[in-house]
């Protein structure tokens, strides 16, 4: 993977840390979490928090996130969300278990977008965070890695066949991260001698008898084949009864599963299926662009080379049943889909999107949708048509068979609407963008 391709594929990863450690249930919560902050405050850099989320919003301050806390105080637990307002971008979360649990911190973090971390120094800076909350509190583990590597991590296992084990669920190694600090168990577990020997660009033994482990200088290029041979090695010398070879090659099928696919989607659906990757999650958005390049979708057929007459007897009362069936799908969803307002071939792709991401066929009552949505479609089809192509409507007494003619054909906008509203796949088949491009091709 060369470094363009890297940059293209980090664009919309981001850098995720998760941090476990006891907490001084006999501190008062300020002087408890005061080394958290200080380490916070002192390394984020770029990607400081400047708002505070609980029950209502603060500007960050130390006196905020206590204030936050207090009032997000359960009988069990506390917790609160830190934000940015601006690039780059922060979700994290902190949360504290009180007694009687056992005392915890826990602290989340997704910083966006993982390319702040292809230089040396922002890793740097993250690293001495890290080490400084690992030897302020009895860490119990913490791991930062890339989100799509996580996710990856959870369908090609480095260690197939034990992921589901009582013994793998408890102090046996998985996944060695760009960033771990391995508590005093399982560095017990391991062996200490053998952990602090592992090949990795920093291995330390913090004073609580946990130890930071980082595989390499920066976050960023952990899909390099570089970065995946250092992956492989340190894996198989702290999980010695695992094959190097086997480990590497699952290392590269991740590689490769996220290597950018360049869009070549069908030029009709292009504005559609541009955005259907972002729906899925990052490890998968490649496969999925790959998948949307091949599709090709069947050729329009809802058309006549002529038109039948029309064979209503109220020509005037008919259009306007249309017209408000047409305004009863914009009442219906003009918040979701703004747009729709406009009546132009991005409402339809607007209205395609909508109904792909919400699985309306799956999801709402059949009689409902023949009796009601379909229709309606049709009918808001029908009038853009009309609006923006120049259109004119030829009403029949059967739903279906009523039409626009656009130059020398007649489109059948109630029949494209049926046949697009019979399952999530026929919502891509029988697309509106499509049908709305096909008409305006033929418009002569």
Not at 229 to 236: F, I, L, S, T, Y
Not at 404 to 409: A, C, F, S, T
Request: glycine fraction near 4%; charged fraction near 30%; hydrophobic fraction near 40%.
């Amino acid at each position: 993977m060369n470094e363009n391709e890297t940059h293209e594929l980090i664009a919309d990863d981001r850098l995720r840390l998760s941090f476990e450690a006891t907490l001084d249930a006999q501190a008062g919560l300020d002087r408890a979490l005061e080394p958290f902050l200080d380490a916070l405050e002192a390394h984020a850099g770029s990607w400081m928090p400047d708002v505070v989320e609980g029950k209502r919003t603060y500007a960050y301050s130390r006196a905020f996130v206590l204030k936050a806390l207090e009032e997000k105080r359960g009988k069990k637990s506390m917790s609160i969300g830190l934000a940015r307002a601006n690039w780059p971008s922060l979700d994290m979360a902190l949360r504290l278990w009180l007694p009687p649990s056992a005392p915890k911190l826990y602290a989340w973090i997704s910083v966006h977008p993982l390319s702040l971390f292809r230089e040396i120094e922002p890793c740097r800076e993250f690293v001495e965070m890290v080490r400084a909350w690992a030897s302020n509190y009895p860490v119990t583990g913490a791991t930062a890695n890339s989100l799509a590597e996580d996710q990856l991590a959870e369908t090609l296992d480095l260690a197939r066949g034990d992921a589901n084990s009582e013994e793998a669920a408890g102090d046996r190694l998985h996944e060695v991260g760009w960033l771990n600090v391995f508590g005093p168990k399982l560095v017990e577990t391991v062996g200490r001698e053998r952990m602090l020997s592992t090949p990795a660009h920093l291995v330390e033994e913090l004073p609580n008898g946990s130890v930071l482990l980082v595989l390499r200088p920066t976050a960023a290029d952990f899909a390099s084949e570089e970065a995946r041979v250092a992956q492989a090695r340190a894996h198989v010398h702290l999980r010695p009864e695992l094959d190097f070879d086997t480990v590497l090659r699952t290392l590269r099928e991740r590689s490769a599963a996220l290597a950018p696919v360049e869009p070549r989607f069908h030029p009709d659906l292009a504005p559609l299926l541009s955005r259907l990757p972002f729906e899925f999650a990052i490890s998968e958005r490649q496969r999925k662009i790959a998948e949307l390049n091949a599709f090709r979708p069947p050729e329009p057929e809802e058309w006549l080379p002529a038109a039948l007459p029309a064979d209503v007897e109220n020509p005037e009362r008919v259009l306007s049943d249309y017209d408000d069936l047409s305004e009863g799908l914009v009442a219906a969803l003009h918040t979701k889909v703004p747009s729709i307002f406009d009546e132009t071939s991005e409402s339809l792709t607007d209205l395609d999107f909508y109904f792909w991401k919400e699985s309306f066929p799956k999801r709402y009552l059949r009689d409902l949708i023949d009796s009601h949505t379909a229709p309606a479609l049709g009918a808001y089809l029908g009038r853009t048509l009309v609006r923006r192509l120049g259109g004119t409507w030829v009403p029949r007494q059967k739903l279906e068979e009523s039409q626009v003619r656009v130059g020398k054909r007649v489109w059948l906008p109630f029949l494209r609407a049926r046949r697009y509203m019979q399952s999530c796949e026929a919502l891509l088949d029988y697309s509106l963008t499509q049908f709305f491009r096909e008409a305006e091709r033929h418009r002569g």
